[in-house]
């Protein structure tokens, strides 16, 4: 099992629809979860980051983190096409020092 | 404020041949981290450096290194080429660790 699972999708909406993009992990050690946002021939950029369990909110986006069940998740509320991107969850926390990073989930938000 | 300055954008190499790619962090981060972007295998970590040490390593071969310099500018070099190294190489910055990690544009190197 790898630490850390994401649906790779693709994943395709109408534009105003709520979006739940979501990953899977195996080490509870972990205590640090981020999301990046990608678009295409770009580098990842930091969207999100939360530190143990609960939610976080920034504008359209919500961060969720249930570590009972090691499970993340992030939500968009009104999609907008500019949404369109690859969504990367990643993790960090215990002896592991460095992020590990889900495969992505590539988003794409119609007009 | 400048972001992570990563050169050059793309590369075309033989295999066999060595290749350095350099990586210049934001103004006042000390760590600088190093990632291989490919579609299979998504992004995997390669090393850390922070303040000219190394810190952490990833699960790659000896022919991948890097070092980083007195400025905090990384540059990571990878030897005998082979196909299979064709991909992104993603440089991340931050102030102390890998929380808050900032993201280059990446070099996408391919092997022929």
């Known amino acids: 099992q790898k630490e850390v699972e994401q649906d790779p999708g693709p994943l395709s909406v109408p534009e105003g629809a709520i979006v739940s993009l979501n990953c899977t992990y195996s080490n509870s050690a972990f205590q640090y979860f981020m999301w990046y946002r990608q678009y295409s021939r770009k580098g990842p950029e930091l969207l999100m980051y939360?530190?143990?369990?609960g939610n976080k909110e920034d504008g359209r986006f919500t961060a969720q983190v249930d570590k009972s069940s090691k499970y993340i998740s992030l939500f968009i509320r009104d999609s907008q096409p500019s949404d369109s991107a690859t969504y990367l969850c990643?993790?960090?926390?215990?002896?592991?020092?460095?992020?590990?990073f889900g495969k992505g989930t590539k988003l794409s938000v119609k007009p | 404020k400048a972001g992570v300055t990563q050169t050059p954008r793309y590369l075309i190499k033989t295999r066999g041949q060595q290749v350095t790619l350099s990586c210049s962090p934001i103004s006042g981060h000390r760590s600088v981290s190093w990632y291989q972007q490919t579609p299979g295998q998504g992004l995997q970590f390669l090393f850390e450096y922070f303040s000219e040490t190394q810190r952490n390593k990833g699960n790659f071969p000896g022919r991948f290194s890097g070092r980083q310099f007195s400025n905090s500018r990384s540059e990571m070099n990878v030897s005998t080429l082979e196909l299979g190294d064709s991909a992104l190489y993603l440089c991340?910055?931050?102030?102390?660790?890998?929380?808050?990690?900032?993201f280059g544009q990446g070099t996408r190197l391919t092997v022929v």
């Open positions: 991340a910055s931050s102030l102390v660790g890998f929380t808050e990690a900032f």
């Open positions: 990643a993790m960090m926390g215990g002896s592991q020092g460095n992020l590990i």
């Open positions: 939360t530190y143990s369990s």
